[in-house]
C-alpha cells in the first residue's frame, strides 16, 4: 500500500504528527509512506497513491489555506483521512467541539472528500518565538496512526 501524507504546519506540531503517523504506517502496517509538507511542495501529484492523508494545523480558527486548497483534489478510487492539530482538540473539554468546527463542518464543504478516517489532535501555540500553550500528545498520535493502518490494511 502507498499513501502520502500532505501537511501544512507553523508552530510544527502537524509536521511532527506527520512523521510519527508515517513511521508507525512503516513499521507496523508495511505501508509505503511519501511526506510531503505543502509549504515547500503545495500541489503534490497523488495518482499514484491509494491512500492520501491530509493533515492542517489551526490558526485562528482555520485551516491552513495550501492544505485546504487539497481538499478539492478528485479521490477517485483513493482512500482519504483527514487530521488536524490545533490547542483545543488536546484538551478534553473543548474537543468534540473542535472535532465538530474543524473536521465535520470543513469537510462538510467539501462532498468530494469522503474521509475513511479522521483525528483532531492538540497543538502548539507560539508567540514570539515562546510557547504559549502546548496540548499536544504524541502518544494519541501513534495509537489512532496504528488504529488507521490496521484499517487500511485490511
Known sequence: MKAIIAYE???GVTGE???????VLREKHGF???VVNLK???KPDLS???TVFIGSGIRMGRWYGRAKKLLRSDFEGKKVVIFVSACSAGDPKSHDEAVGK???EVLSKYPNVKPVATAAFGGRM???GKVQADTCDQDKVRAWADQVG???AR
Open 126 to 128: 507560539k508567540m514570539f
Open 32 to 34: 509505503n509512506v511519501d
Open 102 to 104: 474543524y473536521l465535520n
Open 17 to 23: 504528527s506527520s512523521n510519527i503517523i508515517a513511521s
Open 9 to 11: 504546519t507553523k508552530s
Open 48 to 50: 499514484s497513491y491509494q
Open 150 to 152: 490496521a484499517q487500511l
Open 40 to 42: 515547500e511542495n503545495p
